[in-house]
C-alpha cells in the first residue's frame, strides 16, 4: 500500500512540476526571451483525437487531446505566425527559410482522427500525415497498451508469465492498476515484444477480452483510411507492419518491416510514402542503423519522438524530432511554450 501511495504521489509531482515549467517557458516566449531556442518550426505528435471520456482507470491517457483543444493549438499557433506545411513538402520549406513551420502527424491511423480530427484540420487549412502499421490495417497486430488498459481496467487482479511462470499482480485500485501496466509494458520493451505481446492477448482472451476486436473497435481499416486520404489536406506515412521498435530487430526483419509497410500504405493510396515514423521513437526503439536503412529504402524523412525543435539536422532528415502533444496537459499557451523551444533548452541546460 505504501508504494502504491508513493507511486501516485510522483507521478502528481511530476506532472505539477511539468506543467510548472510550461508556466514559465510560455512567460518567458511571451515577453521574447530565448527566441533562438525556437528554431525554424516543429513537428507535433498527435494519437487520438476525441471528445474526453471519464475513465477510472487511464493509462494511456496521454495519448488523447480533444478537438476543442486541437482547435486551440491551431489557432494559437496561427497567432503565433507559425505556417502549416505538409511533413513531405518540409524539407523544401527549411530549406527556403519559411519559418516558423508546423507539421502535424498522428501516429496509428485511430478512427477519430477521420471522425474528429480531419474537421479540426480543415477548419485551419492544415495538413496532416497520419503514420499507418500495416497490421492494424488487417487486423493481424494488437494495439497492447491498449489490450492491458482494458484487461487491468476489468479485472482486480493480473495473471501474466514474466518468463518464470504465471504470476498473480494485485490490481483493485488505480494505483495497483498503474504498478502492474508498468510491469507489464517493461517487460514488452525489455524481451521479444512479438512474444510478450503474445503472452498478454492470450491472458486478455483467457478473460473474454479479444485483443483483435480492440484494433478493429479503435484504427481505421482500409475502406477509412481511402476516406481519410480523400481529403487533400492528409497523408498517409508508413509506421511498419507490427508496431515493434525496430532497434530491437535484427536488420533484415526491421527492413522488411519498413519496407512492407510502405508497400501496405502504397496498395491504399496508389503512391509510395515518402515519409516514415520509427513506432515509439524514443531513443531505445531507434537507432543509426535504422535511420540508415529508412534512407536506404528512398524515405525523404523520417520521424521520432525525442523532443525537440527545427533546426540544423544534424541527423539529415531520418530523425527528426517532434512534440508531443500530451492529454494530461492540454492549454493552449502550452503549447506555444512546447512550440517555442524554451523547455528543451532549459532542461539541456
Not at 486541437?70 to 497567432?79: E, I, S
Not at 526503439?285 to 529504402?297: K, T
Not at 527528426?320 to 493552449?332: D, E, K, M, V
Request: aromatic share 8%; net charge neutral; with cysteine.
Amino acid at each position: 500500500m505504501r508504494s502504491n501511495i508513493k507511486s501516485t504521489i510522483r507521478t502528481a509531482v511530476r506532472r505539477a512540476a511539468i506543467a510548472a515549467g510550461l508556466e514559465i517557458a510560455n512567460g518567458l516566449n511571451r515577453v521574447g526571451l530565448m527566441a533562438g531556442a525556437r528554431g525554424q518550426g516543429a513537428i507535433f505528435t498527435l494519437h487520438h483525437v476525441r471528445p474526453k471520456f471519464a475513465r477510472p482507470f487511464d493509462p494511456n491517457a496521454h495519448l488523447e487531446i480533444t478537438p476543442d483543444f486541437l482547435d486551440a493549438v491551431l489557432t494559437a499557433l496561427k497567432r503565433d505566425g507559425y505556417r502549416f506545411v505538409a511533413l513531405e513538402e518540409l524539407p523544401d520549406a527549411l530549406a527556403a527559410g519559411e519559418g516558423p513551420l508546423a507539421c502535424f502527424t498522428l501516429d496509428d491511423g485511430y478512427r477519430n482522427n477521420l471522425e474528429h480530427a480531419l474537421p479540426v484540420f480543415e477548419r485551419h487549412a492544415a495538413p496532416f500525415t497520419v503514420f499507418v502499421a500495416g497490421g492494424f490495417v488487417d487486423r493481424t497486430h494488437t494495439l497492447w497498451w491498449e489490450t492491458l488498459a482494458e484487461l487491468l481496467a476489468e479485472g482486480d487482479e493480473l495473471r501474466f508469465d514474466f518468463g518464470v511462470g504465471a504470476e498473480t499482480l494485485r490490481a483493485r485500485t488505480t494505483s495497483e492498476k498503474q504498478l502492474a501496466f508498468n510491469r507489464v509494458a517493461a517487460v514488452i520493451h525489455s524481451r521479444d515484444e512479438a512474444e510478450a505481446i503474445a503472452v498478454l492477448n492470450a491472458a486478455a482472451l483467457e478473460c473474454g477480452i479479444d485483443p483483435l476486436a480492440i484494433t478493429e473497435q479503435l484504427t481505421l481499416d482500409e475502406a477509412g483510411l481511402r476516406r481519410l486520404a480523400g481529403s487533400p489536406l492528409a497523408s498517409l506515412g508508413a509506421h511498419t507492419i507490427s508496431h515493434r521498435s525496430v532497434a530491437r530487430l535484427g536488420a533484415g526483419e526491421a527492413r522488411r518491416e519498413i519496407e512492407d509497410s510502405a508497400r501496405r500504405v502504397e496498395a491504399i493510396t496508389g503512391r509510395r510514402p515518402s515519409t516514415f515514423a520509427y513506432p515509439y521513437g524514443d531513443a531505445p526503439a531507434v537507432s543509426p542503423r535504422d535511420h540508415d536503412i529508412v534512407a536506404d529504402l528512398g524515405f525523404t524523412l523520417a520521424v521520432t519522438t525525442r523532443p525537440g525543435t527545427l533546426g540544423a539536422q544534424a541527423s539529415g532528415f531520418h530523425a527528426l524530432p517532434r512534440i508531443s502533444l500530451n492529454g494530461h496537459f492540454q492549454r493552449a499557451r502550452y503549447a506555444s511554450a512546447l512550440a517555442s523551444g524554451i523547455p528543451f533548452r532549459l532542461a539541456r541546460g
